[in-house]
C-alpha cells in the first residue's frame, strides 16, 4: 500500500531564510509522481512542485525545489528566501503509476513565517 | 477555463438528512478525485474515478457514502443519512489520467451536520 508521512506537524521560520519540509513514502510502484500542495488559511490547494520516480535531477520552481532520495524514499520541500505569505500549511503527495493512478495526500505541515 | 467547480460552498444540515456535494471537473479531464479533509485525520482520499469509472472506492468511510459520476462533467457525492462526525471540508479534484500532471482542486464543500 502506498503511504506519505510528514513528521513535522509545525514549523517556523525567519523571513528571508531557507527552510525544509519533510516527507518520506512508500510504494511498491516502481514508477511514481510525488507533489507539494500548498494551503494558505483562505483553504484553497496550490499545486508547488512535481518530481517523477525517473527524475534525474531534482525538481525546481522558483524559490522551491525538491530534494528527492530515491533510496531513501524521501522527497522533502526546500523553501529558499521565506516570505510572509509562505506562512500555510504544505501538503506532499504521491500518485501511483500505471492503472494505480490515485492521488495520496501526507498530514501536512504548518509553517509560519516570523517578521 | 473556470477550474473546477464545487457547489454549495457551504452546506449546514441537521443529522439525518441527505446531503449531495456536486463537482465538475476541468474539461478534458479524465481523473476525479473526492476527499476529505478534518483537523483529525487529514486529507483523506474518499473515491478516485477514471473514464467515470470508479476504480479505487476503499476511502469511503461507509455505506451512509456514495459517488457516482454519470458523465466526463459531473460528479456527486451523496452522504445518507448525515451525521455530526462527517462535518468537514469535502474537496473534488480532476487531472488527466497521468502519472506526470498535478490534480487541479475545487474550493470545497465546507459540510456542518447539527
Known amino acids: 500500500a502506498q503511504k506519505i508521512t510528514q513528521t513535522q506537524p509545525g514549523m517556523f521560520v525567519q523571513e528571508k531564510e531557507a527552510v525544509t519540509l519533510d516527507c518520506t513514502y512508500d510504494?511498491?510502484?516502481?514508477?511514481?509522481?510525488l507533489f507539494w500542495y500548498k494551503q494558505p488559511s483562505s483553504g484553497e490547494m496550490i499545486f508547488l512542485i512535481y518530481?517523477?520516480?525517473?527524475?534525474?535531477q531534482n525538481a525546481t520552481e522558483g524559490r522551491y525545489s525538491l530534494n528527492f532520495q530515491k533510496a531513501r524514499k524521501s522527497a522533502n520541500l526546500v523553501i529558499s528566501a521565506s516570505q510572509l505569505g509562505d506562512s500555510a500549511m504544505y501538503f506532499c503527495?504521491?500518485?501511483?503509476?500505471?492503472?494505480?493512478?490515485?492521488?495520496?495526500f501526507g498530514k501536512g505541515t504548518k509553517l509560519s513565517v516570523k517578521p | 477555463d473556470a477550474g473546477v467547480i464545487q457547489s454549495p460552498r457551504h452546506e449546514v444540515t441537521e443529522m439525518g438528512q441527505e446531503v449531495t456535494l456536486r463537482c465538475k471537473p476541468i474539461?478534458?479531464?479524465?481523473?476525479l478525485f473526492w476527499y476529505r479533509q478534518t483537523m483529525m485525520r487529514g486529507l483523506e482520499l474518499l473515491i478516485y474515478?477514471?473514464?467515470?469509472?470508479?476504480?479505487?472506492d476503499s476511502g469511503m468511510p461507509e455505506d451512509r457514502f456514495s459517488a457516482k459520476m454519470p458523465n466526463a462533467s459531473f460528479s456527486t457525492l451523496k452522504i445518507q443519512p448525515s451525521e455530526p462526525r462527517d462535518s468537514a471540508v469535502y474537496f473534488c479534484?480532476?487531472?488527466?489520467?497521468?502519472?506526470?500532471?498535478?490534480?487541479?482542486f475545487g474550493q470545497g464543500t465546507r459540510l456542518t451536520v447539527v
Open positions: 503527495a504521491m500518485r501511483g503509476g500505471g492503472s494505480q493512478g490515485n492521488l495520496i
Open positions: 518530481q517523477g520516480s525517473y527524475d534525474q
Open positions: 474539461s478534458g479531464h479524465n481523473s
Open positions: 510504494t511498491s510502484d516502481p514508477s511514481y509522481g
Open positions: 479534484a480532476s487531472s488527466l489520467w497521468q502519472m506526470n500532471t498535478e490534480a487541479f
Open positions: 474515478f477514471n473514464n467515470n469509472v470508479p476504480i479505487d
